[in-house]
C-alpha cells in the first residue's frame, strides 16, 4: 500500500498497524510534504518502494540517506500523483491534511486504486466528482474517520435496507457546554487540548470549533448517497460510540470501541478482514454511562455553516474548507482569535462567488479564491493571548 502523508497522525499510526500485521500488509510507497527526517526513518525501518519528498530543496538529504536502499527518492507535487500509480500498489491511504490529498486522491481512482481515506477534504470540496470517478473506475473507499468507518461497518451486509437516518456522534471537543461568551477567552494551549482524541493540530481545533464535525457530515453525504438532512450529529462525551445508522423499520445499529484511531484504520486497510490484534479492549464495566446531548449551534457556529454549505451545494463546501484550512492557519500563528475562526468562515461564505455545477478546475479555483478572501480578512478586536 502507499501512505501520503506518512509522517502525520493517521501515518504514523497507520505504519503501527502496518508494523503488527506482517502477513498481510506492506509498505510500497511513503509521502511527506517537509518531515524528511522522520520520513527517512520510516523508510529505512519498512523499506518501501518509493518515497515522495513534496519539498523539493529537501530530496538530496533524504535521497544520501537511503542511497544504500533501494528505495527510489522523488520529489514534488507532480511525483505525489505519479507515485499512486504504482503496479505494486493495490490500497492507497490519504493521509494528507486539507484540500492537497484532493487531486492524488483523484490520480489514484483514476489509477484503479482502492482508498483508505482519512482525508476528508477530499469528499467535502469535490464529493460529487470523487464519487463518479470511483463508480466508473470500480473503486472501493474505505473510509478511514472513525465516525465514517461506524456508519461502514454498521451498513455491512444490509444491502438495500433502506437507511431513514446516520447519527454521526461527536465527543464536543474541550469546550462542550461553552457559551459564546465564554469562547472568547479561549487560548490556543487549550484548544488544542482534546478530552479523547490524539490527533495532528489542524484537526483538534477543528474539533474543538465543531467545523470537523461539519466536515463529516458532508463526507457521509457523499460516501453513504444520503441527502443532508438525513444526517444528525449527536454530542457523546465519551467517545465510545462512534456512530449509528438508523433504518426505515426503526432499527439502530451502532458501532462502539475505544477512541483509538488504529481501529479505523486497520479496519480500512485489512477489509474486508478483520485483522486480529493484540490492542486494548473495551469494557462496560470501565463506562457504566453512556450520555447524549444535542450540539450548541450558536456558539458553535461552524457545525451550522457545513450544515448549510451542505445543503447549498455546489462550490460552497468548498468555500467552507478553504476558509477554514486558511483560519485554522492563523489561528495557530496568533493572527486571530478562537471566535474568529469562525467569523472567518462566515466572511468568506458570504464574500466568494457561489457556482451551482463546478467542475474540477473551477473548484480549485474557488479554492484559490477563497484562500485570497480568507488571508486578507482582519479581525475588529484585538488577540488575546495564546
Not at 459564546?180 to 487549550?190: D, G, R
Request: glycine share 6%; aromatic share 6%.
Amino acid at each position: 500500500m502507499a501512505i501520503l502523508g506518512s509522517t502525520g497522525s493517521i501515518g504514523t499510526q497507520a505504519l503501527e498497524v502496518i508494523a503488527d500485521q506482517p502477513d498481510h500488509l506492506h509498505v510500497e510507497v511513503l509521502t511527506a510534504h517537509s518531515q524528511c527526517d522522520l520520513l527517512i526513518e520510516q523508510s529505512l525501518r519498512f523499506r518501501p518502494n518509493a518515497v515522495v519528498i513534496g519539498d523539493i530543496g529537501q530530496r538530496d538529504k533524504v535521497a544520501a540517506a537511503l542511497a544504500s536502499t533501494d528505495t527510489k527518492v522523488y520529489a514534488g507535487e507532480e511525483a505525489l500523483e505519479q507515485v499512486v500509480e504504482m503496479a505494486g500498489i493495490d490500497v492507497v491511504l490519504t493521509a494528507l491534511v486539507g484540500a492537497a490529498g484532493l487531486r492524488p486522491t483523484l490520480r489514484a481512482i483514476q489509477a484503479g486504486k482502492d482508498i483508505a481515506l482519512a482525508n476528508k477534504e477530499t469528499l467535502v470540496v469535490a464529493g460529487a466528482l470523487v464519487m463518479e470517478e470511483a463508480r466508473k473506475s470500480g473503486v472501493a473507499i474505505h473510509p478511514v474517520d472513525s465516525e465514517h468507518s461506524a456508519i461502514y461497518q454498521c451498513l455491512a451486509g444490509e444491502g438495500h435496507n433502506p437507511i431513514e437516518k446516520l447519527i454521526l456522534t461527536a465527543s464536543g471537543g474541550p469546550f462542550r457546554g461553552w457559551k459564546s461568551e465564554a469562547l472568547e477567552q479561549v487560548t490556543k494551549a487549550q484548544a488544542l487540548k482534546h478530552p479523547n482524541w490524539t490527533m495532528g493540530a489542524k484537526i483538534t481545533i477543528d474539533s474543538a470549533t465543531l467545523m470537523n464535525k461539519g466536515l463529516e457530515v458532508i463526507e457521509a453525504r457523499w460516501l453513504f448517497d444520503v441527502p443532508v438532512d438525513a444526517i444528525e450529529v449527536v454530542v457523546h462525551p465519551q467517545s465510545i460510540i462512534h456512530s449509528c445508522v438508523q433504518f426505515r423499520d426503526g432499527s439502530i445499529k451502532a458501532q462502539l470501541g475505544l477512541p483509538d484511531m488504529k481501529l479505523p484504520i486497520a479496519y480500512a486497510l485489512g477489509h474486508p478482514l478483520r485483522l486480529v490484534n493484540d490492542w486494548p479492549r473495551f469494557s462496560f464495566f470501565d463506562c457504566p454511562q453512556f450520555t447524549f446531548e444535542a450540539p450548541d449551534l450558536r456558539a458553535f457556529r461552524n457545525l451550522a455553516a457545513a450544515f448549510e454549505a451542505a445543503r447549498r451545494g455546489g462550490n460552497a463546501p468548498a468555500i467552507l474548507n478553504a476558509a477554514n484550512e486558511i483560519a485554522v492557519a492563523r489561528f495557530l500563528g496568533d493572527e486571530i482569535r478562537f471566535p474568529d475562526l469562525m467569523h472567518l468562515v462566515d466572511h468568506c461564505m458570504a464574500h466568494v462567488d457561489f457556482e451551482a455545477h463546478p467542475d474540477l478546475v473551477s473548484l480549485l479555483e474557488t479554492d484559490a479564491a477563497t484562500r485570497a478572501v480568507a488571508r486578507q480578512w482582519q479581525p475588529s478586536a484585538a488577540l488575546k493571548p495564546s
